[in-house]
């Protein structure tokens, strides 16, 4: 364990403290009457769990969208072992599961890459059009339930609809590509998405008994895993995939730049950034990009001069993710983020108010992070 000089740790602390107050304060101007807020330092005694109105910090919740993170895990832990390749398409990845359910009605999924669906560029609807498609909603409200449908099944119906638009033209966040990635990684290793990804992702972070929450079982990899806010930052933790392609496949980093300056477009190429998920432009970069389920920006750098006059980027990536799940009055809203400062947090929060004030709040959080 890496021991913080004390003023390190007293800065860390102090940042925390101010997370805490920030979301207090939002929570007062919103009318948002429970609240959870879990936050870790860089070192493991800078911790806070505080609960309100009654609510459990402790306490496991539905992760909603925040279930993408752990799809995203497990699928890095394949690929990293050689057991799947971002290159592989959905054609070959799930010929199993067309064969027992019946081809897609538009062939161009078959041609859509893993790293596409990792990407959100497979060519899907944005939610809730994704997923709410004719046999799906037939199959959830009149055959089975949320609750007893299989991960493939599910995919299955979604897939009677055409795409919005070809593999690889554009990002558009959506369900069924993690959905798919679900079923991807069942026909990989011949398990059970839950069983693999527990065992895989969740039990070397220490949890041993994570599960998807019996009422939404089949929401699994998009939206379907159930654990406490300090579970969910331990796992995000636990192993941080580099966010170069390449040095997720060959364990090291791409070979040095020749160039004298180290650009952001430099920075770009070499990770293969354009073939990212690039997103709209957020407050610390002007192109966030979509990497394994999370959110992930470049949001500081430093040049590292090494023995053969070799310029090297040491990066700090900023990851996050928001999740949203019920209907009114019954909403809850949430917001993961692991820091470039060290810092990770967990806020989740009831009833959940309009998206401007939930922006306001992610921003408010991200204040309260800076060092002062």
């Given amino acids: 364990m890496i021991v913080l000089p004390f003023e390190a740790r007293a800065q860390s602390l102090d940042r925390i403290d101010a997370l ?16 959870a807020l879990v936050a870790h330092g860089p070192d493991a005694a800078s911790v806070l769990e505080r609960g309100y109105g009654g609510r459990d910090p402790k306490q496991r919740v539905l992760l909603a969208s925040l279930s993408k993170a ?5 699928v890095g832990e394949l690929i990293a072992t050689g057991r799947l390749r971002f290159e592989t398409t959905v054609g070959e990845a799930l010929r199993p599961l067309f064969a027992a359910h019946g081809a897609p009605a538009d062939s161009r999924i078959k041609l859509a890459t893993v790293a596409q669906l990792l990407e959100h560029r497979a060519g899907f609807a944005t939610p809730p059009r994704d997923l709410m498609t004719p046999a799906a909603l037939e199959l959830l409200q009149r055959h089975k339930s949320p609750a007893t449908a299989s991960l493939q099944e599910l995919l299955a119906t979604t ?11 554009a990002f558009r966040y959506s369900n069924i590509g993690y959905l798919a990635l679900g079923a991807v990684i069942e026909v990989a290793t011949g398990e059970d998405y839950e069983r693999f990804c527990a065992r895989a992702v969740l039990r070397p972070a220490g949890i041993a008994e994570g599960t ?23 796992v995000m933790a636990r192993r941080r995939f580099p966010a170069c392609r390449e040095s997720l496949v060959s364990g090291h980093d791409p070979a040095p730049s020749e160039t004298s300056v180290v650009t952001d477009w430099n920075e770009r190429e070499r990770c293969e950034r354009p073939m990212l998920g690039t997103m709209p432009p957020g407050p610390d970069d002007d192109a966030p990009f979509y990497w394994l389920g999370r959110n992930a920006a470049l949001v ?24 949203s799940w019920g209907v009114a009055p019954d909403t809850v809203g949430m917001i993961a983020v692991e820091h470039e400062s060290g810092l990770s947090w967990f806020v989740w929060f009831t009833p959940r108010p309009p998206q401007d004030a939930r922006d306001r709040l992610f921003d408010a959080l991200l204040d309260a992070a800076k060092e002062k």
């Fill in 20 to 35: 805490r107050v920030a979301f207090e304060r939002w929570m007062n101007e919103n009318g948002v009457a429970k609240g």
């Fill in 212 to 234: 998807l929450d019996p009422d939404w079982r089949a929401f699994s990899s998009f939206g379907g895993w159930r654990l406490s806010g300090a579970e969910y930052l331990r």
């Fill in 300 to 323: 500081r750098r430093h040049v590292n001069v090494t023995s053969d006059d070799a310029l090297h980027l040491r990066r700090w990536y900023r990851y996050w993710h928001t999740g």
């Fill in 159 to 169: 897939l009677t609809t055409p795409l919005q638009s070809p593999p690889g033209e």
């Fill in 70 to 74: 752990i799809t995203g895990q497990c």
